[in-house]
């Protein structure tokens, strides 16, 4: 099919899709780098964890690659610690096991909604210990290390320290018979492990436990802290922090640990789990060689180490602050180990490390009217959420539309589906559909001649000035705020741009009398609306990749920049792919569906005003009805069953195998080998569609 396009330098998307061999900081480049919080490694994310950070920072990354700026992403599972220790013990495997298991899990989960790491690694390997213990000598070295000696619960039998978890006790101060080591359910209070009376080991109640002296490595945080103050400071301006727990609109530090003074904290812990504790040269390294780094000092630790596992060349992401901006996403209870504590690390270490540019953080989504809750088997968890059947571009729409920005958000099925059937399908989908069906249609799928020179379209334009400056306007706010990590409002922007499309059409009349009147115009309709298309494709691409995807097809074009203003791109002469549907209506009788397979039917009263709300929204977001009977797309009807589930799964693992056949050299084999594959899928699709909702 003929592809013209207008080649000019910056047009097309030059930066590799995520996860390709090794890219690298450019210097004198804007480079950008991106972490989001490592998942700990002993169960599997719900949906407030991953919007909070691994969604939005895959939005970020996309968006950085949008605009062709050398981007990197890494995230990992956090594996060491006396929590997967705990989670081991409990289901009867070793730690390791545990860990390769959530680690799939985790990988999975993040896979099915799209989210494109460049690497995924883990915290467990042995580039993390070589990195760990060569920071933690350099701390020795500097002279920010030194050793403490405390009671700690011993356990004879067992022949180890407890660490917190393993020791239930009677509570100091209200008596409770099983308050645990670090916490008493009944009180509340926080303990130390060594306050409780009568301490029990967890492995065995009749094990003899003892109080016996402990010694560990501490960092002086106290001797750090001038040093870390006047970095969070320059860090804050230079970074445009938003005010969080830690510094403030004015710059002042309102942490409450720093105003006390931060002490000495512990890098060592009695654990076998974790990375061993290397030799400084010092007398103290006997005491110390049977012990671990403490899980808070080695996860933050984890983000050099894991980019380091993805490429030899990982100090030129890390050690290069002059070329680098780290951008780092977390949920809020994060804040002060990215802010305070690993900085410290980094600025004991003395080497000249990239440190934390800009912070995003999120507050908390709640679940129909409640929380979510594992144990109580209330929300979507990991892997559960493909078996609504909702698409993850649908699952990613809802979730960033509703990003817990600046206070907590809720998820209720209603918005859901209503945010999928008046938002994507009504508004964005409409517009891209209607034009591209009416190209396809009126003009054998090929755009016309309108006379629109390659190139920026005149904000002055005699016909349509005041589409093309809206257009240019909310592009512009788009970048800004993009730039600025306000991804709810970059969304909304792209909701706005399709909205002028859909007006764009109405008020200019497209239609097959417009194509008879007035030919020309029509073209120039067509020229301009198919442009504005191929915009949306990119400006969609960080928030629903899989849209993008199937859009550029349908546009018979390669995936193109984010652009300053509106363009003529796409020529007279270029033929397009095929219209598809790119949404399906979701049945608005699903939500009860739904509330009854994952929960949230107990709170029905707090959820009937949220559906209220959501159908007066439809009503106002609904577009006039032209080309409505356009939108007649397939429907869902119910929760896909495990069957559906998996004929889906071998339908994309097709559609996978078949890209890569295309993109081997051509000869009649191959052409052969993908003709017969096509017929497979087809086939794979029809089972689909016979296979029945229950
Ligand atoms: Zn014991
Ligand atoms: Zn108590």
């Not at 930066?15 to 890219?23: F, K, L, S, T, V």
């Not at 926080?190 to 065995?204: G, Q, S, Y």
């Not at 780290?326 to 305070?340: I, P, R, S």
């Not at 996978?656 to 003709?675: F, G, N, W, Y």
Request: proline share 6%; with cysteine.
């Amino acid at each position: 099919m003929a592809q013209k396009i207008r080649s000019a330098d910056g047009l097309l998307q030059v930066i590799p899709p995520p996860g390709h061999p090794a890219i690298l900081p450019k210097k004198g480049e804007s480079n950008v780098l991106i972490t989001s919080a490592l998942p700990y490694c002993n169960n599997v994310p719900h949906l407030g964890n991953i919007i909070g950070s691994t969604l939005s920072a895959d939005v970020f990354s996309r968006y950085n690659r949008t605009r062709n700026r050398p981007t990197l992403y890494i995230c990992g599972t956090d594996e060491y610690g006396t929590a997967t220790e705990t989670q081991a013990l409990k289901e009867g495997i070793t730690p390791r096991e545990l860990c390769d298991k959530y680690h799939v899990l985790h990988k999975e989960t993040y896979e099915w909604f799209d989210i494109g790491f460049d690497y995924f690694g883990r915290t467990s390997t042995p580039l993390h210990t070589e990195i760990c213990q060569e920071i933690y000598q350099n701390l020795g070295k500097n002279g920010y290390l030194e050793p403490q000696s405390k009671d700690q619960t011993y356990c004879e039998n067992c022949g180890r320290f407890l660490a917190d978890r393993f020791v239930e006790g009677i509570c100091p101060h209200c008596g409770y018979e099983d308050a645990r080591g670090d916490q008493c359910d009944s009180c509340s209070r926080t303990l130390d492990a060594i306050e409780l009376i009568k301490p029990r080991c967890l492995v065995n109640k009749s094990h003899k436990v003892v109080a016996r002296t402990s010694t560990h490595m501490y960092v002086k945080l106290d001797t750090l802290q001038p040093q870390t103050e006047q970095w969070i400071k320059n860090a804050a301006r230079r970074g445009k922090w938003s005010p969080n727990s830690v510094i403030n609109h004015d710059l002042e530090i309102i942490d409450a640990r720093m105003k006390a003074g931060l002490v000495p904290a512990p890098l060592t812990r009695d654990l076998v789990w974790g990375v061993p504790v290397p030799p400084l040269g010092r007398e103290d390294d006997e005491i110390m060689q049977t012990k671990v780094l403490y899980v808070w000092y080695d996860a933050p630790i984890g983000y050099p180490s894991i980019t380091a596992n993805y490429t030899p060349e990982w100090k030129q992401w890390w050690f290069n602050p002059q070329d680098v901006n780290l951008y780092q996403f977390m949920g809020k209870d994060n804040v002060y180990f990215h802010t305070v504590y690993f900085p410290s690390i980094q600025l004991g270490d003395k080497r000249d490390w990239t440190t934390l540019f800009h912070l995003s953080t999120t507050e908390y989504l709640n679940y129909e009217g409640g929380k979510f809750s594992k144990s109580r088997n209330r929300g979507v968890f990991g892997p559960q959420a493909r078996e609504t059947g909702i698409p993850s571009s649908v699952w990613r729409y809802y979730l960033l539309s509703t990003r817990p920005e600046s206070a907590d958000a809720m998820f209720s099925w209603a918005d859901c589906i209503a945010a999928n059937n008046n938002v994507l399908l009504n508004n964005f989908g409409n517009f891209v559909n209607r034009v591209l069906k009416f190209v396809s249609s009126q003009y054998q799928g090929v755009i016309p001649e309108s006379e629109d020179l390659a190139g920026p379209l005149s904000p002055n334009d005699s016909e349509d000035s005041v589409f093309i400056s809206d257009v240019n306007r909310l592009l512009h706010e788009y970048i800004t705020v993009m730039d600025a990590v306000k991804l709810r409002q970059g969304l909304q922007t792209v909701m706005a741009i399709s909205q002028l499309g859909n007006g764009y059409l109405q008020s200019s009349g497209l239609n097959k009398a417009l194509m008879i009147s007035n030919p020309k115009r029509c073209a120039q309709v067509v020229s301009r609306a198919i442009n504005l298309i191929y915009v949306l494709s990119a400006l969609v691409e960080p928030y629903m990749p899989a849209t993008a995807k199937a859009i550029l097809p349908q546009l018979n074009a390669p995936p193109r920049a984010v652009p300053d203003v509106l363009s003529t791109d796409i020529l007279a002469g270029h033929t397009i792919g095929t219209p598809e549907h790119l949404f399906k209506k979701i049945e608005e009788s699903l939500a009860d569906k739904f509330r009854d397979r994952f929960g949230g039917n107990e709170a029905k009263a707090a959820t009937t005003t949220t559906t209220e709300a959501a159908a007066s929204a439809t009503a106002s977001a609904k577009p006039k009805a032209k080309g409505k009977k356009d939108v007649a797309a397939p429907v869902f009807t119910g929760v896909m069953t495990q069957e559906m589930i998996s004929k889906e799964t071998e339908i994309t693992q097709q559609g996978d195998k078949i890209r890569s056949l295309k993109a081997q050299p051509k000869s009649p084999e191959t052409d052969a080998r993908v003709k017969e594959e096509v017929e497979t899928l087809k086939r794979f699709k029809s089972e689909l569609s016979q296979l029945q909702f229950p």
